[in-house]
């Protein structure tokens, strides 16, 4: 309690440095006119409510719920912001803290890959820019501890994403703590282990969301083959922070910390989208409508995130977390479903002869033998339960080929009923041999289908994250680019001044002169 009071005081009342430089130095002037700025941000806030809230987050939370989303929508103060989140996720952990310290003198297999995509996390922001500096060091310790804090999830392209927005706010410590609390109680872990079972999963939930709500625009989604895969996954994975600017991501972690993070991811990507649906359904081109998904919905709001944010806290009575839960058993039982017709597409692929017991293989071979000691004559077409093929399909094929073979022994009948006497009908052996040879190329054929359609479902999987890849990479070659242009505005301009005053000096000189 102390602790955070004497922090509030400190913001409160925070302690001036007095300059002994010349005091017409534009730095002091700048100085100056921030800490201006800064003594009416702090007057606007409600010190009362929040220091509440900081020493116990349940109990506001419980006792004042509306009076919260209110100022939730409202943004926290960005000088409380880090302070308010680690209340809200409880984050702070002695044991936590004290296994960082002990993580850091540690080497991790992840090292080499974590440094080398260190350049590549908010390369816009000042705190990471320079290389090795101060930012990006504490973002590669937490990188490396966490990789070494939970070995199955390790590390993953995309983490220092959400770690960023953390250290802007927080120390590298607390930063750490919070991203546990994160990834384990806020449920972004799953997104991130190898197969990456939560995202298909969020990305399932939110097709279903999308189709429910906004049945018009998934319709046109799916029209032009856009699949929620090619442009949701980046803001699932971090929380918008990819290609959104901060000061919205910094209000998405806001409400994420106070409502769940699959929930505002939901409500966020729902809000971006209704907001455009007029816009994305007059797209007709692939290209056009996933480079708009990509770069260009926030542009509705002018850059301002409460309306997003309003929009999307809206949506909470049609989002919930039971709706979510709902969606969650809904994909369960059908990738249960999927693996129960891959399992038969198996069994018709081998005719039945894996998945039986021993049990069942001994019964089945001594009714074969039995048959072989009697008189023989149905030998050669008994068909145990073990050799029916398993599908629907397949049993009609069956009835085909049984058909067939009727049609052909009958045939057969007629034309030699003008020379023999009629005789019981029995199959012959080469009308055997024919049917089996039908079942031999079937079962091929099964198996050629099986084996293509793998073939087809990884090739998609492969050049749909190529697509979500080159994306990303020509969001990052925009960004580049947009710098070197500001870079080169800001040089032609200082190079405009210079010149001015250059001319103004030949002027003023050929006037003195002229004198």
Same mark, same amino acid.
């Given at each position: 309690?102390?602790?955070?009071?004497?922090?509030?005081?400190?913001?409160?009342?925070?302690?001036?440095?007095?300059?002994?430089?010349?005091?017409?130095?534009?730095?002091?002037?700048?100085?100056?006119?921030?800490?201006?700025?800064?003594?009416?941000?702090?007057?606007?806030?409600?010190?009362?409510?929040?220091?509440?809230?900081?020493?116990?987050?349940?109990?506001?939370?419980?006792?004042?719920?509306?009076?919260?989303?209110?100022?939730?929508?409202?943004? %926290?103060?960005?000088?409380?912001?880090?302070?308010?989140?680690?209340?809200?996720?409880?984050?702070?952990?002695?044991?936590?803290?004290?296994?960082?310290?002990?993580?850091?003198?540690?080497?991790?297999?992840?090292?080499?890959?974590?440094?080398?995509?260190?350049?590549?996390?908010?390369?816009?922001?000042?705190?990471?820019?320079?290389?090795?500096?101060?930012?990006?060091?504490?973002?590669?310790?937490?990188?490396?501890?966490?990789?070494?804090?939970?070995?199955?999830?390790?590390?993953?392209?995309? %983490?220092?994403?959400?770690?960023?927005?953390?250290?802007?706010?927080?120390?590298?410590?607390?930063?750490?703590?919070?991203?546990?609390?994160?990834?384990?109680?806020?449920?972004?872990?799953?997104?991130?282990?190898?197969?990456?079972?939560?995202?298909?999963?969020?990305?399932?939930?939110?097709?279903?969301?999308?189709?429910?709500? %906004?049945?018009?625009?998934?319709?046109?989604?799916?029209?032009?083959?856009?699949?929620?895969?090619?442009?949701?996954?980046?803001?699932?994975?971090?929380?918008?922070?990819?290609?959104?600017?901060?000061?919205?991501?910094?209000?998405?972690?806001?409400?994420?910390?106070?409502?769940?993070?699959?929930?505002?991811?939901?409500?966020?990507?729902?809000?971006?989208?209704?907001?455009?649906?007029?816009?994305?359904?007059?797209?007709?081109?692939?290209?056009?409508?996933?480079?708009?998904?990509?770069?260009?919905?926030?542009?509705?709001?002018?850059?301002?995130?409460?309306?997003?944010?309003?929009?999307?806290?809206?949506?909470?009575?049609?989002?919930?977390?039971?709706?979510?839960?709902?969606?969650?058993?809904?994909?369960?039982?059908?990738?249960?479903?999927?693996?129960?017709?891959?399992?038969? %597409?198996?069994?018709?692929?081998?005719?039945?002869?894996?998945?039986?017991?021993?049990?069942?293989?001994?019964?089945?071979?001594?009714?074969?033998?039995?048959?072989?000691?009697?008189?023989?004559?149905?030998?050669?077409?008994?068909?145990?339960?073990?050799?029916?093929?398993?599908?629907?399909?397949?049993?009609?094929?069956?009835?085909?080929?049984?058909?067939?073979?009727?049609?052909?022994?009958?045939?057969?009948?007629?034309?030699?009923?003008?020379?023999?006497?009629?005789?019981?009908?029995?199959?012959?052996?080469?009308?055997?041999?024919?049917?089996?040879?039908?079942?031999?190329?079937?079962?091929?054929?099964?198996?050629?289908?099986?084996?293509?359609?793998?073939?087809?479902?990884?090739?998609?999987?492969?050049?749909?994250?190529?697509?979500?890849?080159?994306?990303?990479?020509?969001?990052?070659?925009?960004?580049?680019?947009?710098?070197?242009?500001?870079?080169?505005?800001?040089?032609?301009?200082?190079?405009?001044?210079?010149?001015?005053?250059?001319?103004?000096?030949?002027?003023?000189?050929?006037?003195?002169?002229?004198?």
């Amino acid at each position: 309690m102390d602790v955070v009071q004497s922090l509030i005081d400190d913001i409160k009342n925070p302690v001036i440095d007095t300059v002994n430089s010349d005091p017409s130095s534009t730095i002091i002037k700048k100085q100056n006119k921030r800490r201006d700025s800064n003594d009416e941000e702090t007057k606007k806030i409600d010190w009362d409510f929040w220091t509440a809230l900081i020493q116990d987050y349940t109990a506001v939370a419980t006792k004042l719920p509306h009076l919260l989303a209110a100022k939730i929508q409202q943004g %926290l103060p960005s000088k409380l912001r880090g302070l308010i989140w680690q209340s809200m996720c409880q984050a702070s952990s002695t044991y936590l803290e004290t296994m960082y310290s002990q993580l850091l003198s540690e080497s991790s297999p992840y090292d080499k890959i974590i440094q080398r995509d260190l350049a590549r996390t908010f390369p816009g922001v000042e705190l990471f820019k320079e290389e090795n500096g101060r930012g990006q060091t504490m973002l590669w310790n937490i990188l490396k501890a966490y990789s070494l804090y939970d070995p199955l999830v390790g590390y993953c392209q995309g %983490l220092g994403f959400l770690v960023g927005p953390l250290l802007m706010n927080m120390s590298e410590a607390q930063a750490f703590c919070v991203f546990v609390r994160l990834m384990e109680t806020y449920d972004m872990r799953t997104m991130f282990t190898l197969n990456m079972e939560g995202l298909q999963q969020r990305l399932y939930q939110f097709s279903c969301l999308l189709s429910q709500i %906004l049945p018009k625009l998934h319709a046109h989604f799916h029209l032009h083959g856009i699949q929620s895969a090619m442009y949701a996954s980046q803001w699932f994975l971090s929380l918008f922070a990819y290609t959104y600017p901060l000061p919205l991501v910094f209000r998405i972690y806001d409400v994420v910390f106070a409502e769940g993070a699959p929930e505002t991811i939901m409500r966020v990507a729902i809000a971006l989208l209704k907001k455009n649906e007029e816009r994305l359904l007059d797209l007709g081109e692939f290209e056009d409508l996933l480079d708009f998904l990509t770069s260009r919905l926030y542009e509705t709001y002018d850059n301002e995130p409460t309306g997003l944010i309003k929009d999307a806290m809206e949506l909470s009575s049609v989002i919930t977390k039971g709706k979510l839960d709902e969606l969650s058993e809904t994909y369960v039982h059908d990738m249960e479903d999927q693996k129960k017709r891959a399992e038969e %597409l198996v069994a018709v692929r081998f005719n039945g002869r894996f998945g039986r017991s021993k049990k069942d293989k001994k019964k089945d071979d001594s009714k074969r033998r039995e048959k072989r000691s009697g008189d023989g004559k149905s030998d050669r077409w008994s068909f145990n339960a073990a050799s029916l093929p398993s599908s629907r399909h397949s049993v009609a094929t069956m009835q085909n080929l049984s058909t067939s073979s009727t049609s052909s022994t009958s045939s057969d009948l007629s034309a030699s009923s003008d020379n023999e006497a009629p005789m019981p009908v029995t199959p012959s052996s080469a009308s055997f041999s024919n049917n089996s040879a039908s079942m031999g190329v079937l079962h091929q054929q099964i198996e050629d289908l099986v084996s293509a359609l793998s073939v087809l479902q990884k090739e998609h999987a492969d050049v749909t994250e190529q697509l979500v890849s080159i994306k990303m990479e020509k969001i990052d070659l925009v960004n580049e680019v947009e710098e070197l242009n500001n870079r080169l505005r800001k040089e032609n301009k200082r190079m405009s001044i210079d010149s001015s005053m250059t001319l103004n000096n030949d002027e003023g000189f050929e006037s003195g002169r002229s004198t």
